[in-house]
């Protein structure tokens, strides 16, 4: 069967009646979800997830699919208007997109980055349409040493995303990784820092957590500075959203190489969208000849990650499909919805249920063009949020995260954690101590102890396994090449400043 | 008129609150069950079919409450502190038994603080290998560990597990050790395994079934007297020399100690005629198992499963030496 013959089948089952309507509920809640901070596409999914009982397979999985992806296109709503993020995977969208909303371009980078998420989001759609088996085959290689080896280069990457001082990124990087230590030891079980309460035996909640550095500490730091006037400058009208032809130029490939990025993480199993969109972001201040612009409202800063997030929503659908093996509790959710209908993916769905295996994936396609035309229109609506007064949007929005942290595990706990983070982000943001990396080092710190220990366990504790392994070695070289070129950078743009300031002392 | 209805209303609610604690009433509003782990996993799948099928008898609905963390033991903790009325319960599994041994120190207590209701399914469990391992039968697999010895890598899906459970037996029948490997949750463990990155693994069928039909595991024995309906060429255990090795992942609904007896009565009794609903049996047997017998889903027959399997499990885990907390 070639490929034309499954998109027909794909697009017969997707087009029926019910099953558009599922897609659309699907996309439209998800990306309201997304948009609001706190509630997130897991809790969202976990409400919806009885529903399904009563729905097909096929139709169920579409709706799942759409508020899982839906969410890419919502989450960055906030994290451009308001410097909340509305999900984890657009917390590093803050950085540019916060900027480009304070000097009254927000409508644009909405715009640019409905059309990154659209563009992220097909490129993924479409290597999962072409190269699904042959990428799950691939990943199954990809052992602890890779993975080591690959959070390894994304730390070093990735450690210099915020501005300012890089010791204070570093610091925080390693506190994130300490928050990270704490629960339960999964090789021993002992727990760590936990300090005999049952419920730190697990991680702490990430979501928690970046609700907490995010969202709460900016509602704080702004409640009292508040000036009306700040929102008054963004323009709403439709013209306002039109990109400079310079920032559609300098678009392109930050979109391309995010995509790219997104569509790899996302096909690991463990990784995703997060990462992703982190890693992306490093990716292009790395490779820009202006790093010195980001942070400031680099247009690049929110093209990249955000088609990276999309891009990376869609792949993470191959392991899930292909293998049956999900890479997230968000996938684990999905296959839930399969095995109560009796079905359990694998290597054999593609063959033997081509109308569920097609049908989602060309619901894919109408999904996100529901979304596109969903979002342009309502990018005028979303900037007008910025009218309501702060004293109604920010107990809202403090409202939001508490009934979204809560819904993940209903657990009371996770709010006291919330308001620690709150306080805590809040205190390291009047001394200008960046939050991106703590949340960073959080993330990879313990996928990077879970590894390594593995590796170190599999190699029976023989450290050569990182370079015995080829793509292990190959990703410690770029590793160890960045190290280097970043240490020489360093020093040379040192002398220069020395040569500079001795060619002055001597001329003056 | 509208005063009528106003009384009337009134007249009905009293009514039902006069009744709420008779088993003749009960139930009267929804139930909900709480599973002590997330949504989507084997335990849930299982959960969400049973409520599906005891809310049609008991006439309301029964809701599934997702209440994971710290092994099953933080949704088991809050089913025990809730009031006991008939409309909290617990559907948890074998961890119910072990995490009594495997947490020095649990807010509850698996035997005095519930009022048990009645197992639910026991699932059976396969030992599974990496397609290219040089074994292809159990005879050769416990040969393959008892010269390989701790160079054999043993994948499970974090203490506690039922992975973990397993391979902890399968070593105390043989008497060796092998390498644990610890994973968080079966699918990263099932992804090396398919990978080649980890030798051996023992998992529930519910998790195993579709990757050894398709060929990307080898699958050595069940760990059940009779071979399986769903994988019918797979040997028991026992018919490959490993005699006495059974293990299953039993279910099993609790209520909180102090619910009224003839509540507990009525929701075992909704249980039995949940377990033999057409729907459950079928979907049951395409995630590799079945439910109990009728004289199993019964307070005593779960009561008496949780006090052996504690026993069972105690020596063993103390042995191994691996605690959660």
């Not at chain 1, 309507?21 to 509630?39: A, D, E, N, R």
């Not at chain 1, 997130?40 to 709706?63: K, N």
């Not at chain 1, 009208?237 to 190489?257: I, Q, Y």
């Not at chain 1, 229109?377 to 009218?387: A, D, E, F, H, S």
């Amino acid at each position: 069967m070639d490929i034309f013959s499954n998109m027909a089948i794909g697009f017969s089952t997707a087009l029926t009646f019910t099953n558009l309507f599922y897609c659309f509920i699907g996309v439209f809640l998800g990306m309201l979800v997304g948009v609001i901070p706190g509630i997130g596409v897991l809790s969202a999914i976990t409400m919806l997830f009885p529903i399904t009982f009563y729905l097909e397979p096929t139709t169920a999985l579409i709706m799942l699919a759409g508020i899982w992806y839906g969410t890419g296109y919502g989450g960055r709503t906030a994290s451009i208007l308001l410097n909340i993020p509305g999900t984890i995977a657009n917390a590093v969208t803050c950085l540019d997109g916060y900027p480009m909303t304070k000097q009254g371009r927000g409508g644009v980078a909405l715009f640019m980055t409905t059309v990154a998420s659209f563009v992220g989001g097909s490129i993924g759609i479409i290597i999962l349409m072409l190269f699904a088996p042959v990428i799950a085959r691939y990943a199954l290689s990809f052992g602890s040493a890779e993975y080591f080896s690959l959070m390894l280069l994304g730390l070093v990457a990735a450690s210099t995303i915020s501005e300012g001082s890089a010791i204070k990124a570093l610091a925080m990087v390693v506190l994130g990784i300490m928050f990270g230590c704490i629960g339960a030891d999964i090789y021993t079980g002992t727990p760590r820092f936990s300090f005999g309460l049952l419920e730190l035996t697990d991680q702490l909640s990430l979501i928690a957590l970046a609700m907490g550095m995010f969202g709460v500490a900016e509602v704080i730091a702004t409640v009292g500075k508040i000036e009306v006037g700040d929102v008054g400058k963004t323009n709403v009208s439709m013209s306002a959203m039109k990109p400079t032809r310079d920032e559609v130029r300098r678009s392109w490939f930050p979109m391309l190489r995010g995509s790219s990025l997104g569509a790899f993480f996302g096909t690991l199993p463990g990784t995703g969208p997060s990462v992703a969109s982190f890693m992306s972001y490093a990716l292009e201040k790395r490779v820009s000849s202006e790093p010195q612009r980001f942070g400031k409202g680099a247009i690049e800063g929110i093209m990249s990650p955000e088609a990276a997030d999309n891009s990376a929503e869609m792949t993470s659908f191959i392991p899930t499909l292909s293998l049956g093996i999900p890479g997230s509790p968000t996938m684990a959710l999905m296959l839930g919805a399969l095995m109560i209908h009796g079905i359990a993916p694998g290597p054999s769905l593609m063959t033997e249920q081509p109308s569920l295996f097609w049908g989602l994936i060309m619901s894919f396609w109408i999904g996100n063009v529901i979304l596109v035309i969903l979002n342009v229109p309502l990018i005028g609506i979303w900037v007008r949020l910025l009218t309501i007064p702060y004293h109604l949007l920010y107990p809202a929005v403090l409202l939001f995260i508490c009934v979204g942290t809560y819904s993940v595990n209903t657990s009371s706990f996770d709010l006291w954690i919330v308001a620690f983070f709150g306080f805590f982000g809040y205190m390291m943001r009047m001394l200008d101590w960046p939050a991106a990396p703590l949340l960073l080092g959080f993330v990879l710190g313990p996928l990077m102890e879970e590894h390594f220990r593995r590796a170190m366990l599999l190699s029976r504790g023989d450290f050569a396994t990182f370079l015995d392994r080829p793509i292990s070695a190959t990703v410690i070289s770029i590793t160890a090449a960045l190290l280097v070129w970043g240490i020489w950078s360093a020093l040379r743009a040192r002398r220069i400043a020395n040569q500079a300031a001795m060619e002055q002392a001597t001329t003056g | 008129m509208k005063k009528m209805i106003t009384a009337l209303g009134l007249g009905t609610a009293l009514a039902f609150a006069s009744q709420s604690a008779s088993a003749q009433s009960f139930p009267t509003q929804p139930i909900t069950i709480v599973v002590p782990f997330s949504a989507g996993g084997p335990t849930d799948t299982v959960t969400r079919l049973v409520a599906q099928a005891m809310g049609q008898d008991l006439g309301q609905q029964v809701v599934v409450e997702n209440v994971g963390g710290a092994g099953g033991t933080l949704g088991a903790a809050r089913v025990a502190h809730a009031e006991p009325n008939g409309y909290t319960l617990l559907l948890h599994h074998i961890g119910m038994a072990t995490t009594a041994t495997l947490y020095r120190e649990l807010p509850y207590n698996a035997l005095e603080d519930f009022a048990h209701v009645g197992l639910v399914t026991e699932v059976p469990m396969v030992m599974v290998g990496r397609r290219d391992l040089e074994a292809d039968t159990m005879a050769e697999v416990i040969a393959y560990v008892r010269e390989k010895g701790e160079d054999v890598m043993y994948a499970n899906a974090g203490i506690g597990a039922a992975s973990h459970l397993c391979g902890l037996l399968f070593m105390n029948a043989l008497e060796t050790q092998m390498t644990t490997v610890p994973y968080q949750g079966t699918g990263p463990a099932l992804t090396d395994l398919m990978g080649g990155q980890v030798d051996l693994m023992c998992d529930q069928t519910t998790n195993t079934t579709n990757q050894i039909r398709d060929g990307s595991i080898k699958a050595f024995g069940v760990t059940v007297p009779e071979r399986l309906e769903s994988l019918p060429d797979v040997p028991t255990a026992s018919e490959s020399g490993l005699e006495g090795f059974e293990v299953t992942i039993w279910h099993g609904v609790y209520a909180p100690k102090g619910t009224p007896e003839d509540v507990v009565n009525r929701l075992s009794q909704s249980l039995k005629i949940a377990l033999k609903d057409p729907t459950v049996v079928e979907r049951f047997a395409d995630l590799g198992t079945a439910p109990s017998p009728e004289a199993d889903a019964t307070p005593a027959a779960l009561r008496a499963k949780v006090q052996s399997e504690i026993d069972l499990w105690r020596p063993i885990i103390e042995a191994a030496g691996v605690y959660a907390n």
